[in-house]
């Protein structure tokens, strides 16, 4: 972290202001130390430039270990592609300039590959996560002067209020405890006039017929690394069944899914080789979690407008996808 971000962190516990208790900032960047809180005098930890507001397990620790085990999958630097880009921009409806010079907050910034489009973009970035895929993220684009990373939880967050010109949160809270609670907590953060973007799997009657679905009341109590040694397993035989159901006149773009395995065939130009690293992640990825709660549009933006935001605009555009200002 950079010592010049104590003016915009809190302690998650009472809100009060933190302050550097031990550790020294080496041309402004602080490796390895302890924050204290003020007011209630709690202590948090700063390990390899990453304050850590939260304990080492909790429920989202298949998130640590599949980012931490894929750490450069979806970067678009690594693919060549701009999948992450492109996904970013359609789902937020913000402009690149707009992020110039503003302070913005990723929620569930995994990996980071969508952090690695806000900076591409000139944004003044706070990334965080609850598991361990923040030292991930870190690797991936740190030490970078426009970015802090932060290891926080969404229900809790180690921030000041009104703070934020932009905040976003993809691909995240269908794997909250409580999507609801998680909703409501992005809007403090957020300065009046700044602009808030989500999204959540579709709540659809057709799901009931996704073998996800099925396997999940099981997968998603294995532990991480048991579970991907049973996806590394099993991607490599079911793909190939998968390929030729998707090559099925009209019908394939569904059959597809009567297996439980993620296929990318005839969405993204990939490499072979990017195809099975592609496809062993997300399997393991809508295996492994420990929640996992769609949401349809009515929903979300009964949410959004309870959050206090204006502009509500929320849409099925493949994910549900929500917006509004503050």
């Known amino acids: 972290m950079k010592k010049e971000d104590l003016q915009f962190l809190r302690c998650p516990a009472c809100g009060g202001e933190l302050a550097l208790a031990s550790g020294e900032a080496r041309d402004g960047d602080v490796e390895m130390g302890t924050l204290r809180c003020e007011g209630c005098g709690a202590t948090f930890p700063i390990e390899r430039r990453v304050p850590r507001f939260v304990p080492s397990e ?71 996560d609850y598991s361990s ?5 870190m690797t991936n684009l740190g030490p970078h002067p426009r970015l802090t990373v ?41 300065k009046p006039g700044g602009r808030l973007a989500i999204d959540f799997y579709p709540r659809l009657w057709l799901n009931v017929l996704w073998p996800k679905y099925w396997l999940r009341p099981w997968t998603r109590r294995m ?17 190939p069944v998968s390929n030729a159901l998707a090559a099925v006149p009209v019908l394939g773009k569904r059959l597809r899914y009567a297996l439980p395995v993620m296929n990318y065939r005839g969405v993204f130009p990939f490499t072979r080789e990017q195809h099975r690293e592609w496809a062993i992640l997300d399997t393991f990825d809508m295996l492994a979690p420990a929640h996992d ?20 605009d929320v849409a099925r555009e493949g994910l549900v996808v929500g917006r509004g200002v503050k």
Request: net charge neutral.
């Open 133 to 137: 895929a923040v030292d991930a993220c």
């Open 293 to 312: 709660h769609p949401q349809d549009a009515p929903t979300v933006r009964r949410w959004l407008n309870e959050a206090g935001l204006r502009e509500v």
């Open 150 to 190: 932060l290891q926080a939880d969404v229900y809790h967050l180690p921030l000041k209020p009104e703070s934020f010109d932009f905040v976003y949160c993809l691909g995240v809270l269908q794997h909250t405890p409580d999507p609801h609670a998680a909703v409501l907590a992005l809007a403090p953060p957020l």
């Open 223 to 239: 532990k991480p690394e048991r579970l991907f040694a049973l996806v590394q397993s099993m991607v490599p035989r079911l793909l």
């Open 58 to 128: 909790s429920y989202a620790n298949s998130f640590g270990f599949q980012w931490n085990a894929f750490r450069k999958t979806q970067l678009d630097s690594t693919t060549g592609l701009p999948i992450s880009r492109d996904r970013f921009f359609a789902e937020t409806r913000w402009k690149p300039e707009e992020l110039a010079g503003k302070r913005v907050l990723d929620v569930g910034c995994g990996a980071g590959r969508f952090s690695e489009v806000a900076l591409a973009a000139g944004a003044n970035l706070v990334s965080l």
